[in-house]
């Protein structure tokens, strides 16, 4: 029953999870967006004191259950696991802890905290990894399935569903997700919670609470007669059946070794003063020895399969990256040549409203990739940077930010982009836009034009006489960089190409206008 319960719990907040960053339409969020806020390290980065409080608190009286029920890379472990178990049969066994791995890498997490290196500790946090394998790996398969069925709706005059654009991600990012993946799977595929117990640093701090846990898992040693098969089921590798004997620190409390005892000998109990140590020296029980037999052909074809779905995962995620360029329209009309707009060099990055700064987005953000998700006109993207790699920056290729969506804001589990008002959003600057004559069309192509003050939602570009002594002279713009905060209408809506005559510049500092 215990297990069943679990079960349940994991399924629904991973799949509420996993939903989050598949959404792009933004509408699970209004119901289920705590969940994301509820996952540990992004409350730390957060200071969210009654989070971190509740998880704590959990973790005291139940254990390592966050790693077992809340945690979504901890839940895929399991799954992974056990898609392992069924096809190779493979028995899991009791093995000592790496604590001198497990403490290592503690260890350098909180040192890159303290020195604010983001990239490293936003590698190391579990949500931030599942975060980008989601939005990497599983996002680009989701809209395809999307836009399969917009185009039936199509054909039936429904609108029941429409089409997403599925823009390819950069190769860094690419990279580092599949590499999380292959990695985390191929050790949950063979050894079950191999990454959670030895190289997760959260996984490591609930580990140290557990052992002083109010609820554990405990032996009954009259009943148990060792048959191993707790030991056999432990996808954490945990528990020493010959000698009664389990690793709290590495125990998730996934209830597998409860569900598969036939005599009741093993139970989720309350603590008690003694430790299992004294039951083993108080047991005179004696060590049965057993021999497992293994299939090394079940075991190899296991294997084979696994990889093989893992390399067909990843090549129709290469495709849906790499397709929809192959398919862009190259002609306006059958005419005019269409050139594909370039990203301009900017000095400063800019980032979204509500992140305050350059500094503060840097310090916060683990580079889970959820607002990136989340975004309606697809302008958030994960940095190529070493100082800031996969953390959002944005960019007006393909849209623009407009003053009244506030989505980033509201989906950040970290404090990286603060929530704001619609209000606050249309006087936050974050950046100003800078005019380049020698691209302008009325200048290059002796044409009118105006999409920069026509769309302009501040009114900061007016058009004046590019002769100054011609009032019948072409139009250019003029910009009051008072008014302007950086929204990029201008930059997107421009004509000129490869390169906008108006760019948006970035500001370290966010300012108020």
């Known amino acids: 029953m215990l297990k069943k319960i679990r079960i349940s719990l994991a399924i629904l907040f991973f799949s509420i999870l996993t939903l989050l960053f598949l959404d792009f339409t933004g509408t699970i969020h209004v119901w289920f967006g705590w969940i994301a806020k509820i996952q540990l390290f992004p409350a730390v980065l957060a200071v969210n004191i009654g989070i971190i409080i509740l998880l704590v608190l959990i973790t005291l009286f139940l254990g390592r259950a966050y790693c077992s029920v809340i945690c979504p890379l901890g839940i895929l472990q399991d799954i992974i696991a056990r898609i392992g178990k069924i096809r190779k049969k493979l028995p899991y066994s009791f093995s000592k802890p790496k604590s001198w791995l497990r403490y290592g890498v503690l260890s350098l997490f909180i ?17 931030s990894a599942y975060g980008r394998i989601a939005n990497t790996l599983f996002l680009p398969i989701w809209q395809k399935g999307n836009n399969i069925l917009a185009n039936f709706a199509e054909r039936s005059d429904s609108y029941a569903f429409y089409h997403a654009d599925i823009l390819p991600k950069s190769m860094p990012t690419f990279i580092v997700a599949i590499a999380t993946f292959i990695i985390v799977a191929l050790l949950a595929f063979m050894n079950g919670r191999t990454y959670c117990n030895t190289i997760c640093p959260v996984g490591t701090v609930l580990g ?48 597998n070794c409860i569900d598969k005892c036939h005599r009741g000998a093993i139970g989720y109990r309350i ?69 594909e707009k370039k990203m301009p060099k900017r000095q400063i990055a800019i980032t979204p409203a509500g992140s305050e700064s350059d500094g503060n987005i840097k310090k916060h953000c683990t580079g889970c990739q959820l607002c990136i998700s989340v975004c309606p006109n697809k302008i958030l993207r994960p940095s ?37 008002s619609k209000e606050e959003k249309s006087s936050i600057q974050i950046g100003h836009a800078v005019f380049v004559r020698e691209r ?32 019948n002279s072409l139009k250019i713009p003029a910009l009051n960089e008072n008014l302007c905060i950086g929204c990029g209408a ?15 510049e970035g500001h370290k500092k966010h300012k108020f206008i």
């Open 111 to 127: 040192l890159s905290i303290i020195l604010g290196i983001s990239i490293l500790y936003g590698m190391l946090d579990p949500y």
């Open 208 to 255: 140290f609470l557990s052992r002083f846990s109010f609820f554990k898992i405990r032996f009954d040693t009259h009943k148990c007669n060792k048959c191993g098969l707790c030991e056999k089921n432990c996808k954490a590798a945990s528990i020493n059946s010959s000698e009664f004997n389990i690793d709290y620190s590495r125990c998730v409390v996934c209830m």
């Open 271 to 339: 603590r008690r003063k003694h430790s299992n140590k004294s039951v083993e020296q108080a047991s005179s029980l004696t060590k049965i020895e057993e021999a497992t037999l293994i299939n090394n052909e079940t075991i190899d074809k296991g294997r084979k399969g696994f990889l093989i779905a893992t390399l067909l995962l990843a090549g129709s995620v290469l495709k849906s990256q790499i397709v929809p360029k192959t398919f862009e329209m190259k002609v306006d009309g059958g005419f005019a040549n269409i050139k």
């Open 384 to 420: 190529n940077s070493l100082d800031s790699f996969m953390q959002p920056f944005i960019s007006y290729e393909n849209g623009w930010c407009r003053p009244e969506c506030v989505k980033c804001s509201e989906v950040c589990p970290t404090g990286a982009i603060k929530r704001i």
């Open 440 to 471: 302008c069309i009325p200048i290059v192509d002796l044409q009118e034009c105006g999409n920069c003050e026509r769309k302009c939602p501040t009114n900061a570009i007016m058009m004046v006489p590019s002769v100054p002594n011609d009032a």
């Open 490 to 504: 201008c930059e997107f809506l421009c004509p000129a190409r490869p390169y906008s005559a108006i760019f948006v």
